[in-house]
């Protein structure tokens, strides 16, 4: 389902004195539909940057990111647009839009494909009750705690059920107990047959998932374990 | 359709929820509107001082005494065909610049007594001339007069001793005209400098939502339509507020601006032009408050 094939990312150097900045060498993986997997390494070993080529916000400076057959780099205007309505995206801070209430943050994921407002308002309310944020409905992100905005964030990139959800750092904000809560539910949409990409840097979720690791280093896959552990 | 609902409702939304926001928007609007028609209001009070002032120069071709009343009327005739620019060619008799003159100076000795003194009627008969042009018609005019054609009917033309007067005038009321253009055009580029800033502000505000927006795959017209929309609203409301102020203050002032240039009725110069002000107002409004978010909204699209 995704494909990285030898995808190097440089960054150019800000001045003559400096120089280009790697961060991303010569990775290649691959994906599976259904899948877990955790991609895992110290900050800045290039995890985020990894997950903004599957979201198209980055190019590779040579190699290919391949969605469903599809080069990313080469999606641009409404077909990069349909790709991001593919994948669902969970993010440390959350990327929740202030100024709309819980169920308007949903509902927009519906609203840009075309839904109409009956399965929305149908939709919407089912999936807040299953993530446990259907009382506060009407509020706004400013007015949840860290762990209710996360759960939102799942509500959303769920709601149009995805091909694949993609968390970035998704407990980095949490305590212990909302860092399991957010887990947990991720397991659970793997479960019913979703794709699932965690980029973290917490040993601990890592260990207890016993999922697929791949470990990144200074932009370099060093280990890809099928029920690996978080080692470095 | 369902579409243009949605973002006509996300407008809505933002529009209420931001209100500190829309209410910075609309005042700066309104503002702008109110500027532009108070510069609508000044080009007709001017115009209407300089028509008034205009109007007040006229050069008069004297008639022999014995000159028939037919044929200064031929006379009169004549060049209102051959000039259309004339605005008025006023026949005044012997009898009636007699009258005119004991009339102005009625009670005033000295001039009874200088009439008296010269005996009979000394005036001659006359026409007196306003063109809507400026002085090169007045040549022209003053040209023809002095043709052979008429030469054995007029006695003089007196354009001559008013040629520098005329010119002044013309002179000063061009550069009225000038400097309230500069003006007027200068006030208005600050003006939308002023608004585009503002709705610059306002939605660089919203940069971080546009990204998401971006981010969970809405194409950019979804993104866009509710900004232009919101960009609209603020004008429309704008623009409402602008022409109930329009009307009331041309209500109330009217009095104040018949003291200071009397003849001139601000409201009924309003009620003369009401479409076009308000059309005016409207498209400034709206117009602007859509154009400057559509232009700020695409800056922050490309992510």
């Excluded at chain 1, 060498?25 to 995890?47: D, L, M, P, Y």
């Excluded at chain 1, 999606?75 to 790709?83: I, N, V």
């Excluded at chain 1, 939709?123 to 949840?144: D, S, W």
């Excluded at chain 1, 659970?188 to 794709?195: A, S, W, Y």
Aim: glycine fraction near 8%; charged fraction near 20%.
């Amino acid at each position: 389902m995704i494909k990285f094939k030898n995808v190097t990312k440089i960054y150019p150097a800000n001045s003559p004195d400096e120089n280009p900045i790697t961060v991303l060498e010569e990775v290649s993986f691959e994906v599976n539909n259904g899948e877990f997997v955790s991609i895992v390494g110290k900050s800045g070993a290039g995890k985020t940057t990894l997950i903004k080529m599957i979201l198209g916000l980055e190019t590779p400076t040579s190699g290919e990111v391949i969605f469903d057959g599809q080069n990313i780099s080469e999606l641009e205007g409404d077909s990069l647009q349909d790709l991001r309505k593919r994948i669902g995206g969970i993010y440390q801070d959350y990327r929740l839009l202030e100024n709309k209430t819980v169920f308007e943050n949903v509902a927009y994921i519906l609203e840009i494909e075309g839904r109409n407002n009956a399965e929305i308002e149908v939709q919407v309310p089912k999936v807040l009750e299953a993530i446990g944020l259907h009382e506060k409905i009407n509020n706004f992100p400013v007015q949840l705690s860290g762990g209710e905005q996360q759960r939102l964030a799942i509500a959303r990139a769920i709601i149009n059920h995805p091909d694949v959800v993609i968390a970035d750092e998704p407990t980095g904000n949490l305590d212990p107990y909302n860092t399991y809560e957010v887990i947990s539910i991720l397991e659970k949409i793997n479960k019913v047959g979703r794709t699932v990409i965690l980029a973290t840097h917490d040993k601990d979720i890592v260990n207890k998932l016993g999922k697929r690791v791949i470990t990144i280093e200074e932009g370099r896959v060093i280990r890809d374990e099928p029920r690996g552990r978080f080692i470095i | 359709m369902e579409n243009f609902n949605r973002a006509l409702k996300f407008a809505v939304k933002d529009f209420y929820r931001n209100k500190s926001i829309s209410i910075s928007a609309v005042f700066v609007l309104t503002l702008t509107i109110l500027l532009v028609t108070g510069l609508f209001f000044m080009h007709g009070a001017s115009s209407y001082l300089i028509n008034t002032i205009q109007n007040k120069i006229d050069i008069t071709a004297y008639f022999e005494e014995d000159a028939a009343e037919q044929d200064i009327i031929s006379v009169k005739n004549d060049l209102q065909k051959n000039f259309p620019s004339i605005k008025s060619v006023e026949y005044v008799s012997k009898e009636d610049a007699l009258n005119n003159f004991l009339a102005k100076h009625q009670g005033d000795k000295i001039f009874t007594d200088a009439l008296t003194e010269v005996g009979g009627n000394p005036f001659l008969p006359s026409l007196n001339i306003i063109t809507g042009g400026d002085t090169s018609q007045y040549q022209q005019i003053n040209n023809a007069l002095q043709s052979n054609q008429y030469s054995s009917i007029i006695d003089s033309v007196d354009f001559s001793e008013k040629k520098a007067t005329i010119d002044k005038i013309f002179s000063i009321t061009r550069s009225v005209n000038y400097a309230g253009l500069s003006i007027g055009v200068i006030l208005i580029l600050i003006a939308l400098a002023v608004v585009f800033n503002t709705i610059k502000l306002i939605i660089s505000g919203s940069k971080e939502e546009i990204n998401t927006m971006k981010l969970v795959g809405a194409s950019n017209w979804f993104i866009k339509a509710p900004f232009i929309i919101e960009g609209g609203l603020f004008g429309l409301v704008a623009f409402i507020i602008s022409f109930l102020v329009t009307v009331l203050a041309t209500f109330l002032i009217t009095g104040f601006i018949l003291v200071i240039l009397p003849g001139f009725s601000l409201f009924d110069y309003f009620l003369s032009n009401f479409f076009l002000i308000t059309l005016v107002q409207l498209v400034f409004g709206i117009g602007l408050g859509v154009v400057s978010s559509l232009v700020v909204v695409r800056k922050y699209l490309e992510v």
